[in-house]
Protein backbone atom coordinates (compact mmCIF):
# COMPACT_ATOMS: atom_id res chain seq x y z
CA UNK A 1 0.00 0.00 0.00
CA UNK A 2 1.27 3.18 -1.07
CA UNK A 3 1.16 6.16 1.91
CA UNK A 4 1.34 9.39 -0.59
CA UNK A 5 -1.77 12.00 0.37
CA UNK A 6 -4.50 11.32 -1.97
CA UNK A 7 -4.49 14.89 -3.38
CA UNK A 8 -0.90 13.86 -4.56
CA UNK A 9 -1.76 10.13 -5.18
CA UNK A 10 -4.94 11.04 -8.01
CA UNK A 11 -3.44 13.86 -10.10
CA UNK A 12 -2.47 11.15 -12.70
CA UNK A 13 -6.31 10.59 -13.38
CA UNK A 14 -7.30 13.39 -12.75
CA UNK A 15 -5.55 14.40 -15.60
CA UNK A 16 -6.40 11.29 -17.59
CA UNK A 17 -9.56 12.29 -17.00
CA UNK A 18 -9.84 15.42 -18.66
CA UNK A 19 -8.44 14.19 -21.90
CA UNK A 20 -10.89 11.39 -21.90
CA UNK A 21 -13.90 13.79 -21.17
CA UNK A 22 -13.07 16.40 -23.93
CA UNK A 23 -11.98 13.78 -26.48
CA UNK A 24 -15.56 11.70 -25.75
CA UNK A 25 -17.44 15.33 -25.81
CA UNK A 26 -15.70 16.40 -29.29
CA UNK A 27 -16.63 13.11 -30.76
CA UNK A 28 -20.30 13.34 -29.34
CA UNK A 29 -20.67 16.52 -31.81
CA UNK A 30 -19.10 14.36 -34.44
CA UNK A 31 -21.48 11.47 -33.88
CA UNK A 32 -24.15 11.96 -31.31
CA UNK A 33 -25.14 8.03 -31.24
CA UNK A 34 -21.57 7.96 -29.36
CA UNK A 35 -22.49 6.96 -25.27
CA UNK A 36 -22.54 10.02 -22.95
CA UNK A 37 -18.63 11.28 -22.30
CA UNK A 38 -18.09 10.20 -18.86
CA UNK A 39 -18.15 12.39 -15.65
CA UNK A 40 -14.63 13.66 -14.61
CA UNK A 41 -13.00 11.25 -12.84
CA UNK A 42 -12.27 11.95 -8.91
CA UNK A 43 -10.36 9.19 -8.32
CA UNK A 44 -6.59 8.59 -7.25
CA UNK A 45 -4.05 6.15 -6.11
CA UNK A 46 -0.81 4.58 -6.48
CA UNK A 47 2.11 7.96 -6.68
CA UNK A 48 2.72 7.52 -9.80
CA UNK A 49 1.32 9.60 -13.00
CA UNK A 50 -0.11 7.75 -15.58
CA UNK A 51 -2.48 9.87 -18.63
CA UNK A 52 -5.50 9.56 -20.45
CA UNK A 53 -6.10 9.92 -23.96
CA UNK A 54 -8.92 9.47 -26.35
CA UNK A 55 -12.24 7.70 -26.66
CA UNK A 56 -10.01 4.67 -27.25
CA UNK A 57 -9.23 2.55 -30.04
CA UNK A 58 -11.61 0.20 -29.81
CA UNK A 59 -14.13 0.45 -32.36
CA UNK A 60 -12.29 3.38 -34.19
CA UNK A 61 -9.83 3.53 -37.25
CA UNK A 62 -9.03 7.16 -36.15
CA UNK A 63 -9.09 7.76 -32.52
CA UNK A 64 -9.68 11.45 -31.94
CA UNK A 65 -6.52 13.13 -30.08
CA UNK A 66 -7.97 14.52 -26.48
CA UNK A 67 -6.74 17.65 -24.85
CA UNK A 68 -8.13 19.62 -22.25
CA UNK A 69 -9.35 23.24 -23.73
CA UNK A 70 -6.11 25.56 -22.97
CA UNK A 71 -4.39 22.93 -20.93
CA UNK A 72 -2.36 20.31 -22.00
CA UNK A 73 -3.12 17.98 -25.50
CA UNK A 74 -2.26 14.22 -25.95
CA UNK A 75 -0.57 13.54 -29.39
CA UNK A 76 -1.07 10.27 -31.07
CA UNK A 77 1.77 8.13 -31.33
CA UNK A 78 -0.38 5.09 -33.55
CA UNK A 79 -3.29 2.54 -33.28
CA UNK A 80 -2.45 -1.15 -32.91
CA UNK A 81 -5.31 -3.02 -32.92
CA UNK A 82 -7.31 -2.26 -29.73
CA UNK A 83 -4.90 -0.53 -28.15
CA UNK A 84 -3.91 3.40 -28.88
CA UNK A 85 -0.36 4.93 -27.85
CA UNK A 86 0.05 8.50 -26.94
CA UNK A 87 2.02 11.10 -25.70
CA UNK A 88 1.01 14.30 -23.70
CA UNK A 89 3.32 17.36 -21.20
CA UNK A 90 0.84 18.07 -18.55
CA UNK A 91 2.91 20.59 -16.63
CA UNK A 92 5.84 20.44 -19.01
CA UNK A 93 6.92 16.87 -18.01
CA UNK A 94 6.31 14.24 -20.23
CA UNK A 95 4.15 10.97 -19.78
CA UNK A 96 3.41 8.53 -22.53
CA UNK A 97 0.73 5.50 -22.08
CA UNK A 98 -1.36 3.07 -23.80
CA UNK A 99 -5.06 3.17 -23.90
CA UNK A 100 -7.56 0.46 -24.37
CA UNK A 101 -11.84 0.24 -23.87
CA UNK A 102 -12.77 -3.21 -22.75
CA UNK A 103 -14.07 -5.48 -25.95
CA UNK A 104 -16.78 -6.88 -23.19
CA UNK A 105 -18.29 -5.59 -20.37
CA UNK A 106 -21.02 -7.19 -17.63
CA UNK A 107 -22.99 -6.15 -14.84
CA UNK A 108 -24.91 -8.12 -11.85
CA UNK A 109 -27.53 -6.81 -12.02
CA UNK A 110 -27.75 -6.46 -15.32
CA UNK A 111 -27.97 -3.61 -17.29
CA UNK A 112 -26.54 -1.19 -14.64
CA UNK A 113 -25.63 1.93 -15.46
CA UNK A 114 -22.14 3.26 -15.71
CA UNK A 115 -19.62 5.93 -17.64
CA UNK A 116 -16.97 4.38 -19.83
CA UNK A 117 -14.13 1.88 -18.98
CA UNK A 118 -10.43 2.91 -20.13
CA UNK A 119 -8.03 0.52 -18.97
CA UNK A 120 -3.81 2.66 -19.33
CA UNK A 121 -0.73 1.04 -19.54
CA UNK A 122 1.51 4.26 -18.53
CA UNK A 123 5.51 6.03 -18.45
CA UNK A 124 6.39 9.50 -16.89
CA UNK A 125 10.27 9.20 -16.84
CA UNK A 126 10.64 12.05 -14.48
CA UNK A 127 9.12 10.17 -11.64
CA UNK A 128 11.03 7.23 -13.11
CA UNK A 129 7.80 5.56 -13.60
CA UNK A 130 7.49 2.96 -16.53
CA UNK A 131 4.86 0.12 -17.50
CA UNK A 132 2.28 1.28 -14.78
CA UNK A 133 -1.02 -0.57 -15.15
CA UNK A 134 -4.57 1.25 -14.12
CA UNK A 135 -7.98 1.51 -14.82
CA UNK A 136 -10.80 3.63 -14.38
CA UNK A 137 -13.88 1.76 -14.06
CA UNK A 138 -16.94 4.57 -14.86
CA UNK A 139 -18.21 4.43 -11.01
CA UNK A 140 -17.10 4.51 -7.47
CA UNK A 141 -15.66 0.93 -6.13
CA UNK A 142 -17.10 0.14 -2.70
CA UNK A 143 -15.12 1.16 -0.26
CA UNK A 144 -12.10 -0.71 1.19
CA UNK A 145 -12.33 -3.44 -1.36
CA UNK A 146 -10.26 -4.59 -4.06
CA UNK A 147 -10.46 -4.96 -7.33
CA UNK A 148 -9.13 -7.90 -9.34
CA UNK A 149 -7.12 -8.48 -12.89
CA UNK A 150 -7.03 -11.90 -14.05
CA UNK A 151 -4.87 -13.22 -16.75
CA UNK A 152 -4.10 -16.35 -17.92
CA UNK A 153 -5.03 -18.10 -14.65
CA UNK A 154 -2.74 -15.68 -12.53
CA UNK A 155 -5.03 -12.77 -10.95
CA UNK A 156 -3.87 -10.04 -9.07
CA UNK A 157 -5.13 -7.91 -6.19
CA UNK A 158 -5.79 -4.08 -7.43
CA UNK A 159 -6.20 -1.28 -5.00
CA UNK A 160 -9.03 1.30 -5.60
CA UNK A 161 -9.77 4.54 -4.77
CA UNK A 162 -13.28 5.91 -5.84
CA UNK A 163 -13.11 5.25 -9.73
CA UNK A 164 -9.72 4.66 -9.94
CA UNK A 165 -8.17 1.04 -9.76
CA UNK A 166 -4.17 -0.01 -9.62
CA UNK A 167 -1.69 -3.11 -9.14
CA UNK A 168 -1.47 -3.36 -5.43
CA UNK A 169 2.12 -5.17 -5.48
CA UNK A 170 3.92 -3.01 -7.41
CA UNK A 171 6.44 -5.63 -7.41
CA UNK A 172 4.16 -7.71 -9.39
CA UNK A 173 4.01 -5.38 -12.19
CA UNK A 174 6.64 -6.22 -14.36
CA UNK A 175 5.54 -10.02 -14.55
CA UNK A 176 2.31 -8.67 -15.00
CA UNK A 177 3.59 -6.45 -18.45
CA UNK A 178 5.45 -9.56 -20.02
CA UNK A 179 2.38 -12.01 -19.30
CA UNK A 180 0.20 -9.23 -21.05
CA UNK A 181 2.40 -8.80 -23.79
CA UNK A 182 1.93 -12.40 -24.62
CA UNK A 183 -1.65 -12.86 -23.72
CA UNK A 184 -4.86 -12.56 -25.43
CA UNK A 185 -7.01 -10.57 -22.38
CA UNK A 186 -7.16 -9.30 -19.16
CA UNK A 187 -10.61 -9.51 -17.45
CA UNK A 188 -10.80 -6.70 -14.52
CA UNK A 189 -13.73 -7.79 -11.76
CA UNK A 190 -14.68 -5.06 -9.34
CA UNK A 191 -17.75 -3.95 -7.02
CA UNK A 192 -19.62 -0.40 -6.94
CA UNK A 193 -20.46 1.40 -4.19
CA UNK A 194 -23.89 0.71 -4.63
CA UNK A 195 -22.99 -3.37 -4.82
CA UNK A 196 -23.09 -3.88 -8.54
CA UNK A 197 -20.48 -6.66 -9.86
CA UNK A 198 -18.57 -5.55 -13.16
CA UNK A 199 -16.37 -7.95 -15.27
CA UNK A 200 -14.70 -6.12 -18.29
CA UNK A 201 -12.66 -7.69 -20.56
CA UNK A 202 -10.05 -6.22 -22.43
CA UNK A 203 -8.49 -7.14 -25.55
CA UNK A 204 -4.47 -7.06 -25.45
CA UNK A 205 -4.31 -7.36 -29.21
CA UNK A 206 -1.96 -4.86 -30.12
CA UNK A 207 -0.56 -3.73 -26.72
CA UNK A 208 2.75 -4.95 -27.18
CA UNK A 209 3.26 -2.58 -30.48
CA UNK A 210 1.69 0.09 -28.47
CA UNK A 211 4.20 -0.59 -25.21
CA UNK A 212 6.91 -0.64 -27.89
CA UNK A 213 5.59 2.82 -29.18
CA UNK A 214 5.65 4.78 -25.92
CA UNK A 215 8.98 3.29 -25.27
CA UNK A 216 10.28 4.77 -27.67
CA UNK A 217 9.18 8.04 -27.09
CA UNK A 218 9.38 7.91 -23.23
CA UNK A 219 12.83 5.88 -23.18
Known amino acids: MHHLPQAIRRLPLLFCAVLVLTSAAGAQQAAPTTPAKPKAAKS???????????????????PATPSAAGGPQATLLGTYGEWGAYTASPGGRKICFALAKPTNSETVPSNRP??????FVSSRPAEKVKDEVSVVIGYGFKHDTDATLSLGGASYAMYTLEDGAWIKNAAEEP????????GSDVTIKGTSARGTST????????????LDKIGEECQ
Open 44 to 62: AAKPKPKADPATGPTGSTS
Open 114 to 119: RDPAYM
Open 175 to 182: HLIDAMRK
Open 199 to 210: TDVFSLKGLAQA
